[in-house]
């Protein structure tokens, strides 16, 4: 049986391996990461939703955010060494520092960029990408660095005769309850209200007494918190590298596109969709999976561009 | 413009005479790009040490011809692209004439172009695809020190062919070092084990942070094992995640890359997969010779490290080569130089190494073990290892 | 003349006696500042003069580098040739991609155009047999009559200046003014008449062309195309080059190549950290110089002008 190694994209489009019918626990496992990859890209990608939805700014430096945020469990853990719970402690501390650094960042330089054109402010963004990716590299060097399960977590369940880890699965059902909370406290309480309406109308809010910009400072103080906590839950899972940064935002543009920027649950939708299309189209198209989630991007801003969940666009 | 040009001579002049002041007689230069930052740092860091290091011991010494060897370490990006510019801006803006570097395959393959029309003598330290040395892409210009694809490919295969596993797996990384090293494992078990097959093929992309939905097809194909060459930072992510699924309980492992380096079992600890077969290119327990000791413990105390780097030795024998070639032949000529290369044997602290002639590569062969928990050290370590000569496997 | 056309004729004297100073280095950083001033410049007309954020300007540059270097390695067509389709494929993808792309406004804009940009680079980072994948494609020969640095510097400094003094009619030209408005006011345009769209989607042809051309000086000036000159930190480095030399003057972008690509060069020699500079001068001129160097330069020392 001859395995040619030919490199042309035609090749991928016949999955390899004698499977002549794919067994569903394979199926549901892998749908299960897909699922797992889905609620870290939530995490993330509320956080940069409500950015932009409220203060109209596209956060390139989301993605440092989550990088700090699994950089300073590492340093958590280490520091909380022979703590019951260290773990948990640590996203804690970590997400909360991640929080605080973003509404520093709000208060102190945004907030003179308000009433530039939108290029400054991307770009400042940008440059804070920059400035965070060496900032990490000057404290922690360029190694890698690795968080351990917590101990209650670190083994695995078995589902149809296949093992799922364990830590994924708390994951899985703890993004739609993150979700869930935001989304009653968005609904319910005041700040969440004054959210909302600062979403709608900015100048209105103001003008009935709102002090719009500490709310600024409040909503991108929560997209950061959002973002810490996507970095700090992802670092026993995946590594905690330079450039983590990089590779996690454009994941994050897709999915607050295609769900539609500045809609709560477009972000969960677009989330859940870019993660099993990554799962699943390893499967189907292993070579040309890279590009399908891009198509899928221009796709929708094509047709439908203010995404499955979000508002018309005023013309 | 004219201001640029007052300003660039300025700076030309400074450089000039911070080089005059540096030592007896006029430095030889080698240019150094390497990845220092990003993820290929964990490896392009170390290896700059390495380098740095013996260029160090070197001068003290005397240096080469009576010249001390200036080393300018730059750092290349993680890219092709990036290690092309910052070559040709080092070549031409320090008029070297040998240069040492890159990390990636990639990156091998494009300073050898740089090396081929620039006319600069290139070592590569850490590049493997046998790309670089093959007939149609081989020029005088470039050299390898360090190990090939099909050597590392087929020492895996050896390794494979001894178990009774005849349903084997494949994982590595989507780019050019991960093809060419599972195409030379599957190329060496397919021609003395015909009875194995190959059911399934995994292709990560280079840096993916997320392998988990390469661990379930993988999986489900059943393989008895799984040769790997996942390699770095990229190993210790997939060992992560692949843990929990039971994966190297249901799979047995024999991974390239490096995964017995000291660094990779210190930064996973107990996440490290025992009992797999891997290799590294150096390990600061093995061999036990007088020369590797006293090279350990000075490469402990010039980076006041606790275990000694095991990255540090591709630098090191990279500028080494270049620079008992030079001594060899008693010139910096280009033309000399590289055929005082061809056929050099040196003395490396890891044992005898010589630049084949007839395709510019070394015959470098890598450490290979099994991975084990052991009393000495709080992190698992390859044990039993063994040196696996290149002479047989090269062709 | 007038006196900045006074300047400009000082200018393109000093870059032609360049060679003769016989630093092969010299040649290398001119050609490079070159290709990425013409880069900047056709981005230019898109931002400074039409108002339009790409987010994925090197879509562009990677094709006509990719076009150029595929036909002459792989199909032996001559350079001349080579280099026309390069620029031809450059129109003709930014027609259809700017097609889509003019109907959405600011950041549904961008994203689209980055969208686009990195479908682009997965199928060059992807198409091995094609592009050569992640390896690039190495060994680009240099064409026949071009067989030198400085023949090739003197090429090189021949395009762009044609292509800039073409560029610059066009920025003059009624067609340009009418960039000029859009950019201010996309809706009141559209309310005299103008066809705004149709505007926007030639200015983003014309500097599609610009930028291929650039894309394939750049590869044969390389040797080798690499997909990474696709991938989107390209694209936002030629932004912030853009920015830095100004972006409501003309020659703006090219003054901003040649300070980034030589600061850059500069600092990399002494530190690890020029991302950390790049960010903080960055953020400097967002908060301090939004008009960029020539901004600045203009404010201090011109009358008082409008954009040229």
């Known amino acids: 049986m001859g395995q040619s190694f030919r490199l042309c994209p035609c090749d991928s489009l016949f999955p390899r391996g004698n499977k002549a019918m794919p067994d569903p626990s394979f199926l549901l496992l892998q749908s299960l990461n897909g699922l797992t990859y889905a609620m870290f890209l939530f995490l993330i990608a509320s956080g940069l939703s409500l950015i932009f939805g409220i203060l109209g700014i596209l956060n390139f430096a989301h993605g440092s955010l989550y990088m700090l945020g699994a950089y300073f469990t590492q340093q958590f853990v280490s520091l909380f060494i022979d703590v019951p719970g260290q773990f948990w402690w640590a996203v804690v501390f970590a997400s909360l520092t991640i929080a605080a650094l973003g509404a520093v960042i709000e208060r102190f330089f945004l907030r003179h960029l308000y009433g530039r054109e939108e290029l400054y402010q991307l770009l400042f963004t940008y440059a804070l990408v920059l400035i965070l990716a060496d900032f990490a590299k000057i404290i922690w060097g360029t190694g890698q660095f690795s968080v351990s399960r917590p101990a209650l977590l670190k083994g695995a369940v078995s589902i149809l005769d296949q093992y799922f880890p364990t830590y994924n699965l708390v994951i899985i059902f703890l993004g739609p309850c993150l979700a869930f909370t935001f989304w009653f406290a968005l609904l319910r309480t005041r700040w969440g209200r004054k959210i909302r309406a600062a979403a709608l109308d900015r100048e209105m809010l103001s003008s009935l007494g709102v002090h719009v910009t500490r709310l600024f400072t409040v909503v991108f103080f929560i997209g950061a918190w959002m973002a810490g906590l996507g970095g700090a839950l992802v670092s026993p899972v995946s590594a905690i590298v330079p450039g983590m940064d990089v590779e996690v935002i454009i994941n994050a543009f897709i999915v607050v596109v295609i769900g539609g920027l500045g809609s709560f649950w477009g972000t969960f939708l677009g989330s859940l969709i870019v993660g099993q299309v990554y799962a699943l189209g390893i499967l189907v198209f292993p070579r040309l999976s890279l590009a399908f989630i891009y198509v899928l991007m221009a796709l929708v801003l094509i047709i439908r561009p203010w995404g499955l969940l979000g508002r018309p666009l005023q013309r | ?395 | 003349m007038s006196k900045e056309n006074w300047i400009l004729l000082l200018i393109i004297l000093l870059l032609l006696c360049i060679p003769l100073t016989e630093s092969r280095f010299y040649v290398f950083l001119g050609t490079d500042i070159l290709i990425f001033g013409l880069f900047a410049v056709s981005l230019n007309l898109l931002l400074g003069y039409t108002g339009l954020v790409s987010f994925g300007h090197a879509t562009y540059f990677g094709i006509g580098a990719y076009t150029c270097a595929l036909l002459m390695k792989k199909a032996s067509v001559p350079f001349p040739l080579a280099f026309a389709a390069a620029g031809a494929l450059g129109g003709i993808s930014a027609l259809i991609i700017g097609f889509f792309c003019v109907r959405l406004t600011k950041v549904y804009f961008a994203m689209l155009t980055l969208a686009f940009s990195q479908i682009v680079w997965a199928m060059a980072f992807k198409w091995n047999s094609l592009t050569g994948g992640d390896n690039g494609l190495v060994g680009v020969p240099f064409p026949q009559f071009l067989d030198s640095k400085v023949l090739f510097y003197y090429f090189t400094l021949g395009v762009v200046a044609g292509s800039l003094f073409l560029l610059r009619k066009v920025v003059n030209s009624p067609f340009g003014r009418i960039l000029t408005t859009i950019r201010e006011n996309p809706e009141r345009t559209e309310f005299i008449g103008i066809h705004v769209k149709l505007f926007q989607l030639i200015a983003f042809m014309i500097s599609g062309v610009l930028a291929a051309i650039a894309g394939a000086l750049f590869g044969i000036f390389n040797h080798s195309v690499f997909p990474d000159i696709l991938f989107w930190p390209a694209s936002a480095e030629v932004l912030i080059m853009t920015l830095l030399g100004g972006i409501y003057n003309f020659f703006g972008p090219l003054v901003g190549a040649a300070v980034l690509l030589f600061v850059r060069m500069e600092v990399t020699s002494y530190t690890e950290h020029w991302p950390l500079i790049l960010g903080f001068t960055l953020a400097l001129l967002l908060f301090f110089f939004p008009g960029g160097i020539m901004g600045f330069l203009q404010a201090r020392f011109a009358r008082p002008g409008g954009n040229r």
């Not at chain 2, 494992?185 to 015909?194: A, R, S």
């Not at chain 2, 010589?354 to 992190?379: C, I, L, N, S």
């Open chain 2, 1 to 395: 413009m004219k201001r640029f040009l007052q300003i660039a001579s300025i700076c030309s002049l400074v450089l000039v005479f911070a080089f005059s002041a540096y030592g007896a007689g006029k430095p030889i230069k080698v240019g150094f790009p390497m990845i220092l930052s990003g993820g290929g740092a964990l490896f392009g860091k170390p290896s700059s040490v390495g380098a740095e290091m013996f260029v160090k011991e070197l001068n003290a010494k005397g240096g080469v011809l009576g010249r001390p060897i200036e080393l300018i370490i730059r750092d290349c990006g993680n890219t092709p692209e990036e290690a092309t510019r910052v070559a040709r801006e080092i070549i031409l803006k320090e008029k070297v004439d040998f240069m040492v570097g890159g990390l990636t395959a990639s990156q091998g393959l494009a300073l050898s172009e740089v090396a081929k029309t620039e006319k600069v003598v290139y070592i590569a330290p850490i590049s493997k695809t046998t790309a670089m040395t093959d007939p149609g892409k081989l020029h005088p210009y470039v050299f390898r020190a360090a190990a090939n694809t099909n050597t590392e490919g087929r020492s895996a295969a050896v390794f494979m062919a001894k178990n009774p596993w005849t349903k084997i797996a494949t994982l590595g990384p989507d780019y050019e070092y991960g093809q060419m090293v599972t195409k030379a494992f599957v190329e060496w078990m397919k021609k003395n084990k015909p009875e194995v097959q190959i059911v399934h093929q995994g292709w990560p992309k280079l840096g993916e942070t997320d392998y988990t939905p390469f661990i379930a097809p993988l999986l489900a194909a059943k393989p008895e094992a799984a040769f790997l060459s996942l390699w770095g930072g990229h190993f210790v992510t997939f060992a992560k995640q692949a843990k929990p699924y039971g994966f190297f309980e249901k799979v047995k492992v024999v991974a390239a890359g490096e995964g017995g380096s000291p660094e990779t079992g210190m930064s996973l600890k107990d996440d490290l997969p025992l009992g797999i077969t891997t290799n590294a290119y150096d390990v600061f327990y093995y061999p036990d010779t007088p020369e590797h000791k006293s090279y350990v413990e000075r490469l402990k105390a010039y980076t006041k490290q606790e275990y000694a780097p095991s990255w540090a030795i591709t630098g090191y024998i990279a500028v080494q080569f270049l620079a008992e070639a030079i001594e060899k032949a008693k010139s910096t000529d280009k033309m000399k130089v590289i055929k005082a290369l061809e056929g050099l044997t040196i003395n490396t602290p890891i044992g005898k190494q010589t630049m084949r002639a007839k395709d510019h590569q070394a015959t470098r062969g890598q450490v290979w073990g099994t991975t084990a928990k052991v009393p000495e050290y709080p992190f698992p370590i390859l044990r039993p290892v063994e040196y696996i000569p290149a002479d047989n496997l090269m062709d």
